[in-house]
């Protein structure tokens, strides 16, 4: 089993996890009450779905 034949340094270890950072949602604008929202759901405000009522908003 290969076995490494130096310690890593911190700043190497560092660089190898620079790109681990995380990336927000999507987040597109309604085409009926145009507020964000995720794509292919239903949107939160208005309740609709591809130009259909899905949810009724009371």
Do not use: F
């Amino acid at each position: 089993m290969a076995v490494p034949k130096r310690k890593h340094s911190k700043a190497r270890q560092a660089k190898r996890r620079a790109n681990w950072k995380l990336t927000g949602p999507n987040l597109i604008h309604c085409p009926q009450c145009h507020e964000l929202k995720l794509s292919h759901r239903i949107c939160p405000s208005c309740g609709y779905y591809k130009d259909k009522v899905v949810l009724s908003q009371e």
